[in-house]
């Protein structure tokens, strides 16, 4: 996935599919709005829709992207879809 704008993701692994989700047969998608920094860094993550256990996924995973440093903030929308 890439960022609007093309910020170029450095290191971007993706969500793992919870297993309490797995047992719940959980399928869904989750978008959330992000706000790069000009370090690369995440700065501020808004989610726009999906069940908390993937959520909660998704947002421990968001912790560890690092985008391409930019001249200022860049905002992004991003949609992960869960299915085992």
């Known amino acids: ?6 910020r170029k ?5 993706a ?4 297993e309490v989700a797995k047992r719940m047969r959980l399928v869904g998608t ?8 000009a370090d690369g860094k995440i700065k501020e993550t808004s989610f726009v ?11 421990e995973t968001l912790k560890t992207w690092k985008y391409a440093p930019g001249s ?7 949609e992960f879809n869960f299915h085992p």
């Open 15 to 18: 969500p793992t599919y919870p």
């Open 49 to 59: 829709g999906g069940h908390p256990v993937l959520v909660n996924a998704v947002e």
């Open 72 to 78: 200022g903030e860049t905002t992004a929308l991003l």
């Open 30 to 37: 989750v978008k959330v709005q992000i706000v790069i920094g």
């Open 9 to 13: 993701a450095l290191s971007n692994p």
């Open 1 to 6: 996935m890439q960022a609007q704008e093309g």
